[in-house]
């Protein structure tokens, strides 16, 4: 819609004698010029492109009419329009970018490095999924509701809320690790004054962090304002270590990570672990050369062991989830399982317990992404820390273990720890399944074997059936504690289980034979999409999903691909289909795309998608050969009408 150039009315006498009101006209030309003004705004919002977004303010951003009021002045903080951030709290709600009916500068932009011609290209090894990219941050990536506005203006600054965001915080972060020490936290905020376990960046990032979780659309929007909050915060943070500062730069990266900024979550992490030689943290952790008693009271020394085993867990999870090498030394890990092992009262059970899983993970992480180790010699390594992680899960206390007949007496923080154990399974026995080139091998090597390697068939079966765990725990527990107090770790392990047994279905080829694996699945990917309000990066995996289903019929399970999400599928459709090549140089020296030419921004290894079935043994390990129970009927019709879960352990072998 074009409008003339607008021109200055004068009072002229008509034919007739008349003339006409110079009051009236010049309400006419504003008007015309209001109109003029707005013709253009959309105009330059439907010409400009993602590639535009660099060079646009974030604050030009309009504002969806369906947004809650959160720009409202408050005395302790600037207001929304001094607080550079990339979008209103849901300014990007409940747009998707692939409907071109919804004006772009409202759609989800989740633009991922690999489009971006001028910006550095990223690297994601061997063990990442086809869904992760890393869009930049100026782009964030939200969740697919819109907030109908009711005449509710919240106050980000309310101490009510806050309190009640800070409750909720504590609440969820035991369901993974206990990153922020309750006591040590709230009474030094008592006092108002930053100290080693305050600071008003740790406060701001923790009521981030909890404003996710809420079941208010109104209270999640607020998120980015403590988001932007803590942000501001951040270099002083940064020049000023403390273990509070650290904490924060840990929160900043999970919640990062869950809104889909990847690139930005890995940096807050490393953050944070290069705080830790900075203060010490794992000197202070050691207990070496006290009593017993001493060991137990030593409450700094608990504070700090903590810490690191935070750190620990937290790197690991994402050098694993990215395809990345950790930065923190071998020899603060060692520390930490050492102290793990001795099982203080002090510590927490479930945290030596990530400890015992995270150190040999993180070996594992090094031997599937380090192109430069041999098959032979990474097939050895592989075998090795798969036994030291089964001997680890065969000695976890008779409450901590996984049980699928009585999985809802277990503890919540069970959830995520067991569902990350059947993730690492997973990668380990898929690399292992991966055919070697014996051309490589010494002869000695290939006569010093004790024994045969299993069959593809068994290693498949075996990875199939982790995969099934891990979606016994998610469908498990999203039934009986709710979508929104899901932990942010079985995020990614959800995806990867998905990915495991959609291809399992895609092979089987007759799913009329298959209701229970279908079933399965199905209620797998209804979780994902109940918990994707929470956390946005799940549309981006449900995405991946889709791709991965193909045209077939398991595609009728998820939606179109209209999430905002970068698609990574579809831009590198060979991750969805090639095996993962552990031992393989070509896919860094021969498929870069800064070499040849595939893709200028990012730089990719292979999430294997190629894996199939087999059934589950009740105890931890995967049995290499198990008879199933068959479905009954009745069970097979409540399981596909999402009756209560306590039917799903006699329908489940």
Request: proline share 6%; glycine share 6%; hydrophobic share 35%.
């Amino acid at each position: 819609m074009h409008f003339r150039p607008s021109v200055r009315w004068e009072k002229m006498p008509t034919t007739r004698g008349r003339s006409v009101s110079v009051k009236f006209i010049d309400k006419l030309q504003q008007r015309i010029q209001s109109l003029e003004a707005l013709s253009q705004d959309v105009l330059n919002s439907s010409a400009w492109r993602p590639n535009d977004h660099d060079a646009r303010s974030p604050s030009d951003a309009p504002v969806l009419p369906c947004s809650p009021n959160t720009t409202q002045r408050d005395d302790t903080r600037p207001t929304s329009s001094e607080i550079p951030r990339p979008a209103t709290p849901a300014a990007s709600a409940g747009s998707h970018g692939s409907h071109p009916n919804i004006p772009v500068a409202m759609g989800i932009s989740a633009k991922s490095p690999r489009t971006v011609r001028g910006e550095s290209p990223t690297f994601y090894g061997a063990t990442s999924h086809p869904h992760v990219a890393s869009p930049g941050e100026e782009s964030r990536l939200t969740s697919s509701e819109c907030v109908d506005t009711v005449g509710i203006e919240l106050d980000a600054s309310s101490p009510r809320l806050r309190d009640h965001l800070l409750r909720s915080f504590f609440k969820y972060q035991t369901l993974w690790v206990d990153i922020v020490n309750k006591d040590a936290f709230l009474s030094h905020q008592a006092t108002a004054t930053e100290s080693r376990w305050y600071s008003k960046f740790l406060e701001d990032a923790m009521l981030a962090c909890g404003s996710r979780l809420s079941t208010s659309a109104s209270v999640r929007a607020l998120g980015t304002r403590y988001f932007e909050w803590a942000k501001e915060g951040a270099l002083r943070a940064l020049t000023e270590p403390t273990p509070a500062n650290l904490q924060g730069f840990l929160l900043l990266s999970e919640y990062e990570v869950t809104q889909g900024n990847d690139r930005t979550g890995w940096m807050f992490c490393g953050v944070a672990c290069r705080m830790l030689s900075d203060l010490g943290l794992h000197k202070f952790a050691s207990v070496t050369g006290l009593t017993r008693k001493a060991q137990d009271s030593n409450n700094e020394s608990n504070l700090a062991y903590a810490l690191l085993s935070a750190c620990i867990v937290y790197e690991g999870v994402w050098t694993l989830y990215l395809g990345r090498p950790s930065s923190i030394p071998q020899s603060f890990m060692n520390a930490a399982a050492s102290r793990s092992r001795m099982g203080l009262g002090s510590d927490s059970p479930w945290l030596n317990a990530w400890v015992g899983l995270c150190v040999p993970m993180a070996q594992v992480s090094h031997v599937l992404n380090e192109q430069s180790i041999s098959d032979f010699d990474r097939s050895d390594s592989l075998r090795k820390l798969l036994k030291q992680i089964e001997e680890w899960y065969d000695d976890l206390p008779p409450g901590m273990t996984y049980d699928d007949r009585g999985l809802t007496n277990m503890d919540l923080a069970g959830y995520g720890l067991h569902s990350q154990y059947c993730k690492v399974q997973n990668l380990v026995r898929q690399a292992l399944a991966t055919p070697q080139n014996t051309r490589k091998r010494r002869r000695s090597q290939l006569t010093s074997d004790v024994s045969p390697p299993a069959t593809a068939t068994d290693s498949k079966s075996i990875i199939y059936q982790y995969a099934l765990r891990t979606a016994r725990l998610v469908v498990t527990y999203r039934e009986v504690f709710g979508t929104e107090k899901i932990p942010s770790i079985m995020l990614d392990n959800a995806v990867v289980a998905a990915t495991t047994m959609i291809e399992h279905l895609n092979e089987a080829g007759n799913l009329d034979e298959m209701r229970h694996e279908v079933t399965w699945l199905r209620h797998l990917i209804k979780s994902m999409e109940l918990v994707q309000i929470h956390f946005p990066i799940i549309g981006r995996m449900l995405d991946s999903l889709k791709q991965i289903c193909g045209s077939g019929p398991l595609s009728t399970m998820l939606s179109p691909v209209h999430r905002g999400s970068v698609e990574a599928a579809r831009h590198h459709p060979r991750a969805l289909s090639q095996s993962l090549d552990f031992g393989s140089s070509s896919n860094i020296a021969q498929e870069d795309p800064l070499v040849s030419g595939f893709d200028p921004g990012i730089m990719w290894d292979f999430f294997d998608t190629n894996v199939v079935p087999d059934l589950f043994a009740s105890s931890g390990k995967a049995s290499d050969s198990f008879v199933g129970l068959p479905l009954s009927e009745s069970t097979t019709s409540n399981l596909m009408a999402g009756d209560n879960i306590s039917n799903f352990p006699q329908a489940v072998p």
